[in-house]
Every structure is written in structure tokens, then in C-alpha cells.
């Protein structure tokens, strides 16, 4: 089957940079782990199928297109029509289930530390956040809770480096990526980006097996984007 062309929306963004968005990075990755080639627009989240990016025109040989949106569903789409593998296929199902815990601690969890550490515009959405869970706590509680969680990833890439015998490594030690390394990369790399999160960006660079973690996946699969440092 030809693969399709797809067109994946980032929001505003200068081209072959990474953007301050988890799941556009997400998306990328995933795009780049299964060797399928891409265009990227800025577009805008009014106008995607669920008023958020990324989203993506996923256009078919012979003609049709449909327009996915959330990096999760587009990549289940991708995998679903046989245009890209299946990264947790050869998985144990033990291991599939530590693959969505830590996807579920990074993107339920960790995402929303991030935006009231100040990765994000949290003043606007205090009522949201509070209504969440996340705005229930005070500033240095969340910043605790964050770097608890970065800890605990610095330490599985740390096991997972020790196994390794290639430059990249992988989160679970795995000789591929999985589904939690796209998620991870996207995180690690909105980290070290973002500049409204000085205090997360700091702390991320404060463990160099992260940042060799992203730096390795960088050289392999983005080296025509710009480096973040």
C-alpha cells in the first residue's frame, strides 16, 4: 500500500524548529521512528476536528483526504491502515502496560505541572487547572512533584543506557523505540525549548543522560532541525 501524504499542523512555528508543544514533537517522532515523510503548516487549533494541534491532512493515492486530530489518534490512525508499523507490536503485554503508564504519567501528569511552573499561559486557565487538581497546589508542591517525576525517567534512562550497545537508547531498553519513547521525546525536548519554563528547563538539564537521551534521538531523526541549545 502507498504510504499517504500527510500534512501535519503545528501552530505557529519557524519550519525545521521544534516547537514548544509536547505533542507536535510527539507526532514527529512518531512520524520519523516509522520512516514516513511529512509537510508541516503552521495552521491554528480553531481549525482543527478538535480545536487543539497538532491535527493532520492525511491524504490517500487516490485522492481522498481526512483531517485527524490528536497526536495519539493520528498515529493509531497510521498504524490502523497499515502505513506504519506498529511500535509496541513485539511488546509482552507486562511491557505494553509499563509503555502506557509512563505515556499516561508524562501526559496526565507531568503536562499540567508544566503549565503552572510557567511552561504555559497557566493565569488564563487557573479555574480549569483548579477544577483539574493541578491548581489545588501550591507552586513549590507542583515544582516537587515535577522533579520526582524527572528523576524517576532520568533513572530508566540511565538503566536502559547501561544495556545499551549502540550510541541511541531507548526509555523501556528496548533495541526499537516504543510509543512511550515519542512521548518522552516530545516532553524532554519542550523542556529544553521552551523558555517560559526557566525553572523546568534548568532542572532537565540538570540530568545528562536526559539530555544525551534527547541529543541521541536528535542526530538520528532530526538532523535537518535546528539543535536547542
Known amino acids: 500500500m502507498a504510504p499517504p501524504s500527510i500534512l501535519v499542523?503545528?501552530?505557529?512555528?519557524?519550519?525545521?524548529?521544534?516547537?514548544?508543544?509536547?505533542?507536535?514533537?510527539?507526532?514527529?517522532?512518531?512520524?520519523?521512528?516509522?520512516?514516513?515523510?511529512?509537510?508541516?503548516?503552521?495552521?491554528?487549533?480553531?481549525?482543527?476536528?478538535?480545536?487543539k494541534i497538532p491535527y493532520a491532512k492525511i491524504s490517500k493515492e487516490h485522492g481522498s483526504s481526512e483531517m485527524v486530530s490528536d497526536s495519539t489518534l493520528i498515529s493509531q490512525k497510521l498504524v490502523d491502515e497499515s502505513w506504519a508499523t506498529d511500535l509496541n507490536g513485539k511488546l509482552t503485554p507486562a511491557r505494553a502496560a509499563q509503555d502506557l503508564a509512563l505515556r499516561a504519567l508524562l501526559e496526565d501528569k507531568l503536562y499540567f505541572y508544566l503549565i503552572v511552573v510557567g511552561h504555559m499561559n497557566y493565569r488564563t486557565m487557573r479555574s480549569t487547572y483548579y477544577g483539574q487538581g493541578t491548581g489545588r497546589f501550591t507552586w513549590q508542591e507542583i515544582f516537587k512533584f515535577e522533579t520526582q517525576i524527572w528523576e524517576s525517567v532520568n533513572a530508566l534512562l540511565m538503566a536502559s543506557k547501561s544495556q545499551s550497545l549502540d550510541g541511541i537508547f531507548y526509555v523501556l531498553g528496548t533495541d526499537q523505540p516504543t510509543e512511550a519513547d515519542t512521548t518522552l521525546f516530545g516532553f524532554v525536548i519542550s523542556a529544553l525549548v521552551c523558555a517560559s519554563g526557566p525553572e523546568t528547563q534548568k532542572l532537565v538539564r540538570s540530568f545528562p543522560t536526559i539530555v544525551e537521551y534527547a541529543e541521541e534521538i536528535h542526530k538520528r531523526y532530526f538532523p535537518d532541525y535546528e539543535h536547542w541549545s
Do not use: I, M, N
Open 9 to 51: 499542523s503545528r501552530g505557529p512555528s519557524e519550519q525545521s524548529k521544534y516547537t514548544w508543544s509536547p505533542f507536535v514533537t510527539k507526532l514527529e517522532v512518531r512520524l520519523r521512528f516509522g520512516g514516513l515523510a511529512y509537510e508541516t503548516d503552521d495552521g491554528a487549533p480553531p481549525k482543527g476536528p478538535r480545536g
